[in-house]
């Protein structure tokens, strides 16, 4: 290294089983640091930045301010277990001359490589990817159009408009209506920026407000069927709408409001060379709808079984054999899919592995409509 004559790049040597590079100020001085790559042809290895303090040479002569790196040419010259994983072929770090006994800086060394991501859904699923993207348009789109259906019906018919049980199930209506026409414009959107934030904006808001009105089905069906007597709550309905509307937007807007570091929440993520508009932040996207969801899941889930046992016990006639009609099952089933408890199945798919729960989670979920 002392006789090395650096010029205006690092110099390197082949010294058969071992390889030497070695650069100095004169060339290489970065932020008070010598600075230098190792080769990038080793097979096996990734490049290695080495950053070396100036400190270190600062007592030599300028023309032997120096340092260099050995490596190992060969991944084959280390016999190690096969559970290690070796990232870089450096095995030493030198520098001319008596270094000093403190520094202020430290050594850097920094290896670069190709980021290997986790498997993605799509590769995860396989075909099963195709059937269930199918199954998810078909069963938004045809929601979405009995949604319509249900909400022309009801401002049609005059009659169903005493009953808040009608306005109920319309409100449902018009917030799966919302989830599931934007969820068919995702991909389309998907191309612009702007619309790209409007339509994860309306996903985001439909979801929420289908499951805030979930939770007030099974509110009102409660009230109906368990509690009945004592149950006059001056304007009701008004009352119910402020919440099922109110509570999402409220979310939506402070979500709005939030950025992961100079991003904004809602936009695009971009998967290989497609994308989709959703929350950006997993984190932030999981924490708010999985916790919301699980509030309404627990409160769901406990008014239908007491729901379903009142229905079953009432129906219960013990002067004939045991059993339940198949009009009691198509009750609770039709209660089942009312009151949202089928997103429930998304909690048995832990990591997207479970495939027939996944079938029935797009089937059950396009039949609440």
């Known amino acids: 290294m002392k006789k090395t004559v650096v010029g205006e790049s690092a110099v390197e040597y082949d010294m058969g089983e071992i390889a030497v590079t070695v650069a100095s100020a004169n060339c290489c001085a970065q932020d008070d640091f010598i600075a230098f790559s190792s080769p990038q042809n080793i097979p096996g290895y990734n490049t290695m930045d080495a950053r070396i303090p100036m400190e270190a040479v600062g007592q030599n002569p300028q023309d032997q301010q120096k340092a260099a790196v050995v490596h190992y ?41 190709t980021l290997t991501q986790i498997p993605g859904l799509e590769e995860t699923l396989g075909h099963h990817w195709i059937i269930l993207s199918y199954i998810s348009y078909i069963g938004c789109g045809l929601s979405a159009f009995f949604c319509f259906i249900c909400i022309l019906t009801y401002f049609i018919l005059r009659k169903v408009r005493k009953d808040p049980g009608p306005a109920i ?124 969801f699980s509030l309404v899941f627990i409160f769901n889930f406990g008014v239908l079984v007491t729901v379903s046992s009142r ?49 029935l989670f797009c089937i059950l979920n396009s039949l609440q409509a």
């Open 311 to 359: 229905i079953l016990r009432r129906s219960h006639n013990p002067s004939t054999l045991p059993g339940v009609s198949c009009k009691d099952l198509l009750t609770v089933l039709s209660m089942t899919c009312l009151l949202g408890t089928t997103w429930g199945l998304a909690f048995l798919s832990m990591d997207y592995t479970n495939i027939p729960i996944l079938y």
């Open 73 to 113: 040419k060969s991944p084959q010259q280390f016999l190690v277990r096969q559970d290690v994983e070796l990232s870089s072929a450096v095995v030493r770090v030198e520098v001319l001359g008596e270094p000093q006994a403190l520094f202020r800086e430290c050594l850097r060394m920094v290896f670069t490589g």
């Open 169 to 292: 199930h319309s409100s449902l209506a018009g917030a799966l209506l919302l989830l599931n026409s934007s969820f068919l414009l995702n991909q389309w959107a998907s191309s612009n920026a702007v619309l790209c934030v409007c339509v994860a904006v309306a996903i985001e808001a439909g979801l929420l407000s289908s499951f805030t009105w979930m939770a007030i089905e099974a509110l009102h069906l409660y009230l109906l069927l368990v509690k009945v007597f004592n149950t006059y709550v001056r304007r009701y309905l008004l009352k119910l709408s402020l919440i099922g509307w109110g509570v999402p937007a409220l979310l939506v807007t402070v979500s709005l409001l939030v950025k992961v570091g100079d991003t904004p929440v809602y936009g695009l993520i971009e998967v290989e060379d497609t994308g989709y508009c959703w929350i950006t932040d997993d984190v932030f996207a999981y924490g708010m709808n999985v916790t919301f």
